[in-house]
């Protein structure tokens, strides 16, 4: 165990030096002027606290990580990644899923372009996401113990923290895979074992509003966060069809951008270009990580997802050194 500590924290200071070697050397700065890519970022939740899932940023960190884009470049909606200015590096901010949190943008002192991907049926309540309801359930104090063998997904000790951390993050892995039908009943069974969860994490419908009369782009991210490679055509049809009318309803506006639940290579089905093309979108962003070419397909831009573990230094500062080491990625380390 005491090994397992000091590698994790030689790792985080190698890669630390290294990152200041590179921005110091000027190297990261001469990989982003050279290759002239667009990049996005991919963020979900805006929070101080501590987050097992890893998909919170501080919101001092995501004004940090504002200004260092501007300073590096140019921040863009996702929609004109390539138009004029092509001189400079060009960013898009984006967050996942629509959680509540998101509103602290209202707060920065300046608003800048943003896109904001929804799946609807988390801003309908008409369920919760599987993912938060697992991670609130889990970090219950009195519950010591789940079963979830019916479903082949094995049973956790909840006994100390760490127990509950692990259990988190292997069920996130292992249910994330299923069909979006087999979680409903999981989720089903744990509620009627357990009890809702009173957490809710996401925006309401007038929040939507708010966010979008800010100039804040919403995009579509399907109704069910379902994974599309999990899905017949059919049913990925049926969730782009609710998800988009639900937004173009009560927004009034066409939805032209979307984000894949998950998001890899493996996660996207073969169909997904053709039905955006039918449906007129833009552009589609995925969670494999990298800059974006002028030629890189719109329908599977890259992102990287920044969270503070990313952007911080090893005494927890934003470090300028470690957010565009991210970005050129010279050793293939971060
Ligand atoms: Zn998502």
Known sequence: MKSLYFYRITKVWFKYILALVFHYLGVNNFL???????????????????????????????????????????????????GENELNSRFAITFDDGY?????????????????????????????????????????????YIDLNEF????????????????ILVLNKKIKLLHPSVIQEIINSLEDKFGNSDKNEFLN???????????????????????????SKMDFEQEMQLSHELIEQKLGQEVQHFAYPNGQAQDIA?????????????????????????????????????????MENPWGKPSKAMFTSMLTNPLSIY
């Not at 960190?61 to 990644?81: H, M, R, S, V």
């Open 32 to 82: 982003l002027k050279r290759s002239k890519s667009a990049y996005i970022l991919m963020l979900h939740r805006i929070s101080n606290s501590d987050d097992i899932l890893n998909i919170s940023i501080k919101p001092k960190n995501l004004k940090t990580a504002i200004d260092w884009c501007e300073q590096l470049g140019c921040i863009t909606d996702i929609g004109c990644l390539y």
């Open 100 to 144: 509540s949190s998101v509103l602290k943008v209202l707060e920065l002192p300046k608003i800048v372009p943003m896109t904001v991907y929804l799946s609807t049926g988390f801003i309908e309540k008409s369920r919760s996401f599987w993912a938060t309801y697992i991670e609130s359930l889990l970090m219950k104090d009195r519950i010591r």
């Open 152 to 167: 082949n997904l094995g049973s956790y000790r909840l006994a100390s923290c760490r127990q509950r951390r692990n259990a």
């Open 270 to 310: 073969p169909f997904c270009h053709e039905i955006l093309r039918q449906k007129r979108f833009d552009t589609a962003v995925t969670t494999i990580e990298g800059g974006n070419a002028i030629d890189q397909d719109t329908y599977m831009l890259k992102r990287f997802n920044l969270s503070n573990e990313r």
């Open 205 to 231: 419908w007038n929040q939507v509003k708010q966010l979008s009369e800010a100039g804040i782009t919403i995009g579509s991210h399907t109704h069910n966060h379902a994974i599309t490679s999990r899905l």
